[in-house]
Nanobody, 115 residues
Framework: QVQLVESGGGLVQPGGSLRLSCVAS????????MGWYRQAPGKQRDLVAT??????PNIADSVKGRFTISRNAANTVYLQMNSLKPEDTAVYYC??????????WGEGTLVTVSS
C-alpha cells in the first residue's frame, strides 16, 4: 500500500509559478510511474504529466513548454509550473502506479490562477 501527500498549491497571479510536491510513503519500492493529474470544476480529471521510475517524462500538450515534472529517488515527484494561466486552475492530484498495476491517489492540492 502507498500513501501520497501533495503540497505546494495556492493562489498565484497569471504568469506566475508554483512547484507542487508529492511524497509517497509505504511500499515505495513497488512504485513504477508517478504523475500529476488535474480536475477543474465541472470537468473530468485529465493527465498533466507522468514520469517513470527511470525518469522518462510524458507531458500533456496543454502544458508542454510551461510545466516540467521531475522525480527524486523512489518516493517524491515534483511539478514545476511556470507561466500559469487562469485555465490551469484546478485541483491537482498525485498518482502512483505500482509494478503490479495498482493505482494510488493523493487527496489533491488546489491551484488557483487569478489576478
Amino acid at each position: 500500500q502507498v500513501q501520497l501527500v501533495e503540497s505546494g498549491g495556492g493562489l498565484v497571479q497569471p504568469g506566475g509559478s508554483l512547484r507542487l510536491s508529492c511524497v509517497a510513503s509505504g511500499s515505495i519500492f513497488s512504485i513504477n510511474a508517478m504523475g500529476w493529474y488535474r480536475q477543474a470544476p465541472g470537468k473530468q480529471r485529465d493527465l498533466v504529466a507522468t514520469i517513470t521510475r527511470g525518469g522518462s517524462p510524458n507531458i500533456a500538450d496543454s502544458v508542454k513548454g510551461r510545466f516540467t515534472i521531475s522525480r527524486n529517488a523512489a518516493n517524491t515527484v515534483y511539478l514545476q509550473m511556470n507561466s500559469l494561466k487562469p485555465e490551469d486552475t484546478a485541483v491537482y492530484y498525485c498518482r502512483a502506479t505500482l509494478k503490479n498495476g495498482m493505482d494510488y491517489w493523493g487527496e489533491g492540492t488546489l491551484v488557483t490562477v487569478s489576478s
